[in-house]
């Protein structure tokens, strides 16, 4: 923490190694937040940038006695939804829209591929409470900061995001209970007849 508050000093001060130092210890986990959240890597980069960004020319708001991560993805998560926001007033062309779950590659897909697929239909407080809680490692109550609502919320919305994933996972032919989904034989249709 003490080494996050003289980088911050430094920053403030001018010191242009400082911002590149900044940046690049946080733009990893800004941009997997983006991606995650807006599930387009053109936008996902264009966001993660401007949040970046924000971060450094707000930076004398940042609080130095919380860390300095949640604050930063605080910003990232905000220029999200922003963005989501904007693409909802956008129209939608209707002559490219396909069935997601009418997809016949996705039983040959890997565990991954098909949990990155499923986040992207969940509702966006509850992509982004997975996201910043399996993903970015951080506690409900960062999370209740990062999204400004209360820790019961998270936890709320955290809990419903596992439910639906692990319906979806099950329509799909994944069993979320095995200890490990992405091995042959965890999928139903790769086990054996005798089998339990």
């Given at each position: 923490?003490?080494?996050?508050?003289?980088?911050?000093?430094?920053?403030?001060?001018?010191?242009?190694?400082?911002?590149?130092?900044?940046?690049?210890?946080?733009?990893?986990?800004?941009?997997?937040?983006?991606?995650?959240?807006?599930?387009?890597?053109?936008?996902?980069?264009?966001?993660?940038?401007?949040?970046?960004?924000?971060?450094?020319?707000?930076?004398?708001?940042?609080?130095?006695?919380?860390?300095?991560?949640?604050?930063?993805?605080?910003?990232?998560?905000?220029?999200?939804?922003?963005?989501?926001?904007?693409?909802?007033?956008?129209?939608?062309?209707?002559?490219?829209?396909?069935?997601?779950?009418?997809?016949?590659?996705?039983?040959?897909?890997?565990?991954?591929?098909?949990m990155e697929e499923l986040l992207g239909t969940l509702r966006e407080e509850y992509r982004t409470c997975f996201v910043l809680h399996h993903q970015s490692e951080l506690g409900l109550a960062e999370?209740?900061?990062?999204?400004?609502?209360?820790?019961?919320?998270?936890?709320?919305?955290?809990?419903?995001?596992?439910?639906?994933?692990?319906?979806?996972?099950?329509?799909?032919?994944?069993?979320?209970?095995?200890?490990?989904?992405?091995?042959?034989?965890?999928?139903?249709?790769?086990?054996?007849?005798?089998?339990?």
């Amino acid at each position: 923490m003490d080494d996050e508050r003289e980088l911050v000093r430094r920053c403030l001060a001018g010191d242009a190694e400082a911002v590149r130092q900044l940046i690049e210890r946080f733009e990893h986990v800004v941009f997997g937040l983006c991606f995650r959240m807006l599930r387009h890597r053109h936008d996902a980069e264009d966001v993660a940038q401007t949040a970046l960004l924000r971060a450094v020319r707000h930076l004398g708001g940042w609080d130095g006695s919380r860390p300095l991560q949640p604050w930063i993805l605080t910003i990232a998560a905000n220029r999200c939804r922003t963005h989501l926001e904007r693409q909802r007033r956008l129209p939608r062309p209707t002559d490219h829209a396909f069935d997601v779950e009418a997809s016949p590659a996705a039983k040959n897909e890997g565990l991954a591929e098909v949990m990155e697929e499923l986040l992207g239909t969940l509702r966006e407080e509850y992509r982004t409470c997975f996201v910043l809680h399996h993903q970015s490692e951080l506690g409900l109550a960062e999370i209740g900061e990062i999204l400004g609502c209360p820790e019961g919320t998270v936890k709320t919305w955290l809990f419903r995001a596992r439910k639906e994933l692990a319906e979806k996972l099950r329509e799909r032919g994944w069993d979320p209970l095995q200890p490990d989904a992405s091995l042959p034989g965890s999928r139903p249709d790769e086990r054996k007849a005798s089998d339990p």
